[in-house]
């Protein structure tokens, strides 16, 4: 069974950094892309940055210049180090990999980690 591992979150003061990491388990056939996501209380998941195997990326304009996402290949890896955070990052943070299994790609979620910023 596939599945995603996170890691990083928690409480910090504004200003503060943090860096969320989410690795696949599992046996897969290599990994498309990954990316963050994040949902805070009373709105709707979003997308906050992402990046192919290639390492094209992809950010949400609040977070540019702020946050940046990067890759293991070898580890299945996705890093997301966030920096200058700000109390609106408050967040549950998701990890979504889009995976290739034997029989086709298939989208896998983790099961989310708190990220609160302090003002």
């Known amino acids: 069974q596939v599945q995603l591992v996170e890691s990083g979150g928690g409480l910090v003061q504004a200003g503060g950094s943090l860096r969320l990491s989410c690795v696949v388990s599992?046996?897969?056939?290599?990994?498309?892309?990954m990316g963050w996501y994040r949902q805070a209380p009373g709105k709707q998941r979003g997308l906050v940055a992402d990046i192919t195997s290639r390492g094209y990326t992809n950010y949400l304009d609040s977070v540019k210049g702020r946050f940046t996402i990067s890759m293991d290949n070898a580890k299945n890896t996705v890093y997301l180090q966030m920096n200058s955070l700000q109390p609106e990052d408050t967040a549950v943070y998701y990890c979504n990999a889009n995976v290739r299994l034997t029989w086709g790609p298939r989208n896998v979620w983790g099961q989310g980690t708190q990220v609160t910023v302090s003002s």
């Open positions: 599992g046996t897969i056939g290599g990994v498309n892309a």
